[in-house]
């Protein structure tokens, strides 16, 4: 089963739970997927799926530091119960060191030896990190490698 029917499924049985939390929150990421199928043409790889789903994390992200700016733990505490829900559907993130490793191999493959060669190294770096990371983590991994080098 793929991440997309994987949502649908807990989006079902979040509606016949009457939980509206996680009934809004899975809503809204079938929406950006229906959307970014229309624009696509077709069905989505799992890659992309796993990048919307990291993209409305990050949305998440940006609210509750935006709510905390402004004092409203209403909506921090609200934006956190829909990261944990989005959460569920990524695969365990990488930690510091994996990344580090893994962009270090990237620089390697893809024979960068300065910053200008970032944008070659991020191409091969990406398809192997499959939303177990942040592409603003794994840039920032391959920016201190590279001006470091």
Do not use: W, Y
């Amino acid at each position: 089963m793929n991440k997309k029917q994987e949502i649908q499924q807990a989006l079902t049985a979040a509606m016949k739970a009457r939980d509206e939390d996680t009934k809004r929150t899975l809503r809204l990421v079938m929406s950006a997927i229906k959307l970014a199928e229309v624009e696509s043409g077709g069905e989505l790889e799992e890659d992309r799926v796993l990048s919307i789903l990291q993209k409305e994390v990050k949305t998440r992200e940006d609210i509750i530091a935006e709510s905390e700016k402004a004092k409203r733990p209403d909506l921090v505490e609200a934006a956190k119960k829909e990261m944990d829900i989005l959460n569920t559907f990524l695969p365990r993130q990488m930690d510091a060191a994996e990344l580090k490793a893994l962009a270090q191999e990237a620089i390697t493959e893809a024979g960068a030896s300065s910053i200008r060669d970032m944008g070659e190294v991020m191409k091969v770096l990406m398809p192997k990190l499959q939303g177990r990371a942040a592409g603003s983590d794994a840039s920032k991994a391959v920016r201190e490698l590279l001006q470091n080098a």
